[in-house]
């Protein structure tokens, strides 16, 4: 069964830096886009960068463009997510995210997350 599992989470400095991975398993990693989403305390889950599989292009949103940078090693089955220049505004629980075929349905796997705090 697909597994997701997130690790890299800290409590870091306004201004900091962390590396967040997420081992896959239990699917063709290199043959699906990787994605990771936040949800940040009383908000909702939110769509913070994804990679394609085949051309391993990205793209971000908005709010992390320029300081977020998602990548994947298809030989290992990870994806990661470098953040710099972090902000209080970035505290959140991080999840890694694949979204499959199954069926006629799209289904979405998620990990159990991995909690980002930013604070001084």
């Known amino acids: 069964q697909v597994q997701l599992v997130e690790s890299g989470g800290g409590v870091v400095q306004p201004g900091g830096s962390l590396r967040l991975s997420c081992a896959a398993s239990?699917?063709?990693?290199?043959?699906?886009?990787m994605s990771w989403y936040r949800q940040a305390p009383g908000k909702e889950r939110e769509f913070v960068a994804i990679i394609a599989s085949a051309d391993s292009s990205t793209n971000y949103a908005n709010s992390v463009k320029g300081r977020f940078t998602i990548s994947r090693d298809n030989a290992k089955n990870t994806v990661s997510l470098q953040m710099n220049s972090l902000r209080p505004e970035d505290t959140a629980v991080y999840y890694c995210?694949?979204?499959?075929?199954?069926?006629?349905?799209?289904?979405?796997?998620w990990g159990k997350g991995t909690l980002v705090t930013v604070s001084s």
């Open positions: 995210n694949v979204k499959k075929q199954s069926g006629g349905f799209l289904l979405s796997y």
């Open positions: 239990g699917f063709t990693f290199s043959s699906y886009a």
